[in-house]
T-cell receptor, first 114, second 117 residues
């Protein structure tokens, strides 16, 4: 069965620190990859996605992620975090031959200390 | 706004009660998804509709769970004889996808937090 693992459930950083959140998936075929973010009290919203092409994708608010196929990874990065980045971050994977289903990681709660 | 809406936002039920959760997708969105999100976990797929057709219900945890979308827009997730393990946030998402071969971004509603006592 497909699965997605996010390595850290909680991350605490100071403002201006660099961020990397890990995401690994288990599926040998073609995948679409996503990072969603949920700010406190708000809906899940798409941060960035990878379908094909350049494995380094840029999303909103200065976030980027790199797809490394050989490592089955799609880690999220931001060079300098802000207090407003405090949120929960979810990695999700869609196996192309399963069409529409998203398989989700358990999420990482990020707290930025001002 | 034109986003996905869900109601109620919070629901407390006594064990054994039936509940109905409503989702209003974005107008014109063909695909609609229901997810269950337990505390501390990511969402888990429950079921998928394309217009009024329920194409996949493989994620429904038991026959107490039933979903419908009779006119291809609003959807209702019904849980009969609720149990404590049904306590979770139920998320609805919609997408513009017109067919399963094309992946479109899913837009999420705020969720309904169900607590079963």
């Amino acid at each position: 069965a497909q699965s997605v693992s996010q390595h850290n459930h909680h991350v605490i950083l100071s403002e201006a620190a660099s961020l990397e959140l890990g995401c690994n998936y288990s599926y040998g075929g073609t995948v679409n990859l996503f990072w969603y973010v949920q700010y406190p009290g708000q809906h899940l919203q798409l941060l960035l996605k990878y379908f094909s092409g350049d494995p380094l994708v840029k999303g909103i608010k200065g976030f980027e992620a790199e797809f490394i196929k050989s490592k089955f990874s799609f880690n999220l990065r931001k060079p300098s975090v802000q207090w407003s980045d405090t949120a929960e971050y979810f990695c999700a994977v869609n196996a192309v031959d399963s069409n529409y289903q998203l398989i989700w990681g358990a999420g990482t709660k990020l707290i930025i200390k001002p | 706004g034109a986003g996905v809406s869900q109601s109620p936002r919070y629901k407390v039920a006594k064990r054994g009660q039936d509940v109905a959760l409503r989702c209003d997708p974005i107008s014109g969105h063909v695909s609609l998804f229901w997810y269950q999100q337990a505390l501390g976990q990511g969402p888990e797929f429950l079921t998928y509709f394309q217009n009024e057709a329920q194409l996949d219900k493989s994620g429904l945890p038991s026959d107490r769970f039933f979903a419908e979308r009779p006119e291809g827009s609003v959807s209702t997730l019904k849980i009969q004889r609720t149990q404590q393990e049904d306590s979770a946030v139920y998320l609805c998402a919609s997408s513009l996808a017109e067919g399963p071969a094309t992946y479109n971004e899913q837009f999420f509603g705020p969720g309904t937090r169900l607590t079963v006592l």
